[in-house]
């Protein structure tokens, strides 16, 4: 038997001095034939069929039957997924949410892609991806499979950036200088970070009073300042 998704071609060896041939489907007769092939095109992926081909003799008798059983392979894939999108995102981690592929059978479970690499199959349209860096860049996609191993193509793609979840070191050497009644200069040594400080918070008393981009800071005119 030659098999595909949408048909089952039987064929067999033919036999002198017979004029027909009778194809049975699951013990009901689906074909009367003078060749030594039929096509059933009534059938469903994944179903099982047995079939049976008797010679019909010029006497009308029938020979004994020959027997085969056919299952019909799936071999159409899903849908892609689609709608990849974020639905929420931390310093190491990411969670990702899609819309269901369909299929003409069903769906198994769907195919975690990152950066070109499978990182997890899961049977919901949902993923959490906890191994991430911190600002880090990463591109994913999803693929969905079929109960049959069939393996959709690739959702549209999406580019992810994780958050900056690594704080600056503390700035060290603080130091104050009277510049006059009202007038204080601090300065300070400059703190490190993974990306880049930007600023930096100047607190007195609980309260914060000021920002500077550099790693010193003037206290405005007519302030008070208590010794």
Same mark, same amino acid.
């Given at each position: 038997?030659? @098999?595909? #998704?949408?048909?089952?071609?039987?064929?067999? !060896? &033919?036999?002198?001095?017979? $004029? =027909? %041939?009778?194809? %049975?489907? !699951?013990?009901?007769? @689906?074909?009367?034939?003078?060749?030594?092939?039929?096509?059933?095109?009534?059938?469903?992926?994944?179903?099982?069929?047995? %079939? +049976?081909?008797?010679?019909?003799?010029?006497?009308?008798?029938?020979?004994?039957?020959?027997?085969?059983?056919?299952?019909?392979? !799936?071999?159409? &894939?899903?849908?892609?997924?689609?709608?990849?999108?974020? #639905?929420? /995102?931390?310093?190491? $981690?990411?969670?990702?949410?899609?819309?269901?592929?369909?299929?003409?059978?069903?769906?198994?479970?769907?195919?975690?892609?990152?950066?070109?690499?499978?990182?997890?199959?899961?049977?919901?349209?949902?993923?959490?991806?906890?191994?991430?860096?911190?600002?880090?860049?990463?591109? %994913?996609?999803?693929?969905?499979? !079929?109960? $049959?191993?069939?393996?959709?193509?690739?959702? &549209?793609? @999406?580019?992810?950036?994780?958050?900056?979840?690594?704080?600056? +070191?503390?700035?060290?050497?603080?130091?104050?200088?009277?510049?006059?009644?009202?007038?204080?200069?601090? +300065?300070?040594?400059?703190?490190?970070?993974?990306?880049?400080?930007?600023?930096?918070?100047?607190?007195?008393?609980?309260? =914060? /009073?000021?920002? $500077?981009?550099?790693?010193?800071?003037?206290?405005? @005119?007519?302030?008070?300042?208590? +010794?």
């Amino acid at each position: 038997a030659s @098999l595909v #998704q949408d048909k089952v071609v039987l064929t067999w !060896d &033919a036999q002198p001095i017979v $004029s =027909q %041939y009778k194809v %049975y489907k !699951d013990s009901e007769l @689906l074909s009367q034939v003078s060749s030594n092939t039929v096509t059933d095109v009534q059938v469903s992926a994944t179903q099982t069929y047995n %079939y +049976t081909v008797t010679a019909v003799w010029p006497n009308g008798r029938e020979s004994r039957p020959a027997v085969l059983s056919v299952t019909v392979p !799936d071999t159409q &894939a899903p849908t892609p997924p689609t709608k990849l999108s974020v #639905q929420a /995102i931390a310093p190491t $981690s990411v969670t990702l949410v899609w819309t269901g592929a369909s299929d003409n059978i069903a769906i198994k479970n769907y195919q975690v892609w990152r950066d070109g690499v499978q990182i997890a199959e899961t049977s919901d349209a949902g993923f959490v991806d906890n191994t991430l860096s911190s600002t880090g860049k990463y591109l %994913y996609s999803v693929k969905a499979v !079929d109960t $049959s191993n069939n393996v959709s193509l690739a959702s &549209a793609g @999406l580019s992810v950036t994780t958050k900056d979840g690594i704080g600056p +070191t503390v700035p060290t050497g603080l130091q104050a200088a009277v510049l006059n009644p009202t007038q204080i200069a601090l +300065t300070w040594d400059s703190a490190t970070d993974n990306v880049g400080v930007a600023q930096y918070r100047i607190v007195r008393n609980g309260t =914060q /009073i000021g920002i $500077s981009k550099q790693t010193s800071f003037t206290l405005p @005119l007519f302030t008070e300042v208590k +010794t």
